[in-house]
């Protein structure tokens, strides 16, 4: 059977987003291998460094050991508004000489949302690093990105599944989101008034994007750990890797028909 173009797209989610890894652990193993890729946010993170060739595990084990994840933690505390310039160091360390879209050996899509046009722009050639930090920069918690001139922040505040742009580049497509709303979240400080409503607006635009999807992987037990919880990265992954790992076995037929 000849093998089908399998397109990848990647939410957003703080430190959840460390669930991408294991469900591409488990995409892995079944011999299910993306050739498009697109991320918002966190999920740009994981997308990016995927798309460079990095094995899933590689991944976890260097974000825990740079404590890339910290930035999580500094953004709960909201002691001021954060630069996401100051994570250059690291993501130059593990990107090495793939720092640039071309230089990826999977083509990647990163979302990011325009401050001047009020729209979603997306990156898919020149510098990978900027985009990144775009597309990662939660708004109030962290100063605007720039490029060309204009201001970025967070792609999920628009679309944080973004399934469109690689819709017609594939011909099958699994989205991953890794936010799932619940209804018993508790308001008790400026930071959790701020996460309670960009869950609500993520829940509207990734309910759009989702119908894209051929294949919607949404981890649910996700929900009881928080888009901060940078200490349970390990056991995010694991969610991550089990619920697809269940997914996988409940839908043989599906995964065989992904897998070509």
């Known amino acids: 059977m000849t093998q089908k173009n399998i397109g990848l797209a990647l939410s957003g989610g703080g430190a959840r987003g460390i669930a991408h890894l294991g469900v591409l652990q488990a995409l892995t193993e079944a011999g299910i291998r993306p050739t498009v890729v697109a991320g918002t946010s966190a999920g740009s993170i994981v997308g990016a460094l995927f798309s460079a060739g990095k094995a899933p ?83 109030v918690l962290f100063s605007p990105m720039i490029i060309n001139n204009k201001h970025y922040v967070d792609g999920g505040i628009l679309n944080n599944l973004p399934t469109e742009v690689i819709r017609d580049k594939c011909d099958y497509l699994i989205g991953v989101h890794v936010n799932p709303l619940t209804n018993t979240h508790k308001v008790s400080n400026v930071t959790d008034l701020l996460v309670r409503t960009g869950y609500l607006a993520i829940s509207a635009n990734t309910k759009n994007s989702a119908k894209f999807c051929d294949w919607y992987i949404e981890p649910y037990p996700l929900h009881e750990y928080s888009i901060f919880d940078v200490g349970e990265a390990v056991e995010m992954f694991q969610v991550g890797y089990e619920y697809t790992k269940a997914l996988l076995r409940s839908q043989r037929l599906a995964s065989e028909e992904v897998s070509g």
């Open 57 to 139: 595990n590689e991944v976890l084990n260097f974000l825990i050991k740079t404590n890339y994840l910290s930035i999580f933690r500094l953004a709960r505390s909201f002691k001021g508004v954060l630069n996401m310039r100051k994570t250059d160091k690291i993501f130059k360390k593990i990107l090495q000489e793939d720092d640039t879209f071309e230089k990826l050996k999977i083509p990647f899509y990163v979302a990011a949302t325009c401050l001047e046009t009020g729209t979603t722009d997306y990156f898919s050639e020149g510098e990978l690093i900027r985009a990144i930090q775009a597309s990662s920069c939660i708004p």
